[in-house]
């Protein structure tokens, strides 16, 4: 157990609606890492939240956005979901912006 | 071109063996990572390396940053260690910490 805890596990949906994915990182872990883990293009870094601001942003498509809160939980909704989002979203955290990133166990987003 | 390639991309090895999975990078990183996902799906961290070499149990990884290339290594193999292993780096970007991934090497090992 990381200490990485991200809910739902799953979540299935259908095309053109939204979706709010939580993470809550390890205490005391001030940075949540976005990752997406799709069958045709392994894994992708999506965004970096340190300590409430955005730190870094990757892959991340128009239709998606994330924030982190004052308590250092972390959300990525994902909107006008389509097929081809459908994959295992992960968490990561690490004490400082540099630092080893530890994962959550996911969430498997299924869109219909 | 993938900034991060692993090879092989699929290995099988019998129970004892020794393993190596190779990774190499073709831009300024800060720091390399090897992670382990199981056929459940969670990922494990088990190394982050910025020089030498790290051991932890039956696991190693080396790093020449000079070459531009890190290895894991694991001794002793057995049918747990069976999993995806992925190499990722973080690249070179300031203050931020992005993860680069290589494709994985999914590895079985068999009795």
């Known amino acids: 157990d990381s200490g990485v805890t991200q809910t739902p596990k799953h979540l299935i949906t259908a095309t053109g609606q939204r979706v709010t994915l939580r993470c809550s990182p390890r205490?005391?872990?001030?940075?949540v890492y976005w990752y997406q883990q799709s069958l045709d293009q392994g894994l992708q870094f999506l965004i970096q939240?340190?300590?409430?601001?955005?730190?870094a942003k990757g892959n991340i498509l128009e239709r998606f956005s994330a924030q982190q809160f004052p308590d250092l939980h972390s959300e990525l909704n994902l909107s006008s979901l389509e097929l081809g989002d459908s994959a295992l979203y992960f968490c990561?955290?690490?004490?400082?912006?540099?630092?080893?990133?530890?994962f959550g166990p996911g969430t498997r987003l299924t869109v219909l | 071109k993938n900034e991060v390639e692993q090879s092989p991309q699929n290995l099988t090895a019998q129970e004892g063996e020794f393993i190596t999975i190779n990774c190499s990078y073709s831009?300024?990183?800060?720091?390399l990572h090897w992670l382990q996902q199981h056929p459940g799906g969670g990922i494990v961290s088990l190394f982050m390396?910025?020089?030498g070499k790290k051991k932890h149990g039956r696991l190693i990884a080396t790093i020449n940053i000079q070459e531009k290339h890190s290895s894991l290594h694991i001794t002793a193999s057995h049918p747990r260690d069976s999993a995806v292993y992925i190499c990722?780096?973080?690249?070179?970007?300031?203050?931020?910490?992005?993860?680069?991934f290589g494709t994985g090497t999914r590895l079985q090992v068999t009795l």
């Open positions: 990561a955290s690490s004490v400082v912006a540099l630092g080893e990133q530890f």
């Open positions: 939240y340190y300590n409430g601001e955005e730190r």
């Open positions: 990722a780096a973080t690249l070179n970007t300031g203050t931020a910490s992005k993860l680069t």
């Open positions: 205490s005391g872990d001030l940075s």
């Open positions: 390396l910025s020089s």
């Open positions: 831009v300024g990183i800060s720091a």
